[in-house]
């Protein structure tokens, strides 16, 4: 076999091996498109300062994170924003219906197509009465997804959940998500830096 084909799939190898951990995953996910301190993300996550630094110096060390260190605070954030795309095919993965949605997701890459598949109501968004409001601005895909996911258990049937997302793929998650589990995708408002998206429990 080539050699460079060998080389390819021995990196590859070693990044797969630095995710084989929960709160590297973890890590990415409260990362998302900002930087944060370590005293931040040991937060975020829910893990010890010493363990959070163990976890950052090693993804660091495989080049998945780049630091800076201001006076005595040292702040990281992701290397490659690819990454994340990977992670968030995966969710669908793990979701069961990569099928439906792997290829859309890596064609909203250079279109954007959110809304085009999904029916959009008449209603007056601006007049909707959300009974639970989440605030997932300050997390990346799939972190907004995920919040709706409980934050839709929260809410009676026949009443709305509204999502506050700053991440743009969170506008595709959403009604894809809707869909599948028989929740009713009502739309999305965008706000000052971020998106309002309201969805209706059916069951």
Known sequence: MDAQILEFARQQAEICKVFGNTNRILILWALGNRELSVGDIAKTIESSLQNTSQHLRLMKDRGILV???ESHTVYYWIA???LMEGCRILQYVLNGDFQQTAEPILRDRKKDNSQEDFAMT???LTSVQ???VVDARGSA???PLLEAKKGI???AVGEVLEIWS???NTKND???WSKKVGHEYLGSLEADGYDRIFIKRSK
Do not use: F, L, Q
Request: include cysteine.
């Open 174 to 176: 959403i009604p894809r």
């Open 141 to 143: 895909c799939p972190g």
């Open 122 to 124: 008449n209603i007056d």
């Open 130 to 132: 959300a009974a639970k």
């Open 166 to 168: 700053g991440d743009a």
């Open 153 to 155: 258990g929260a809410v």
């Open 80 to 82: 490659d924003h690819e």
């Open 67 to 69: 630091s800076r260190k």
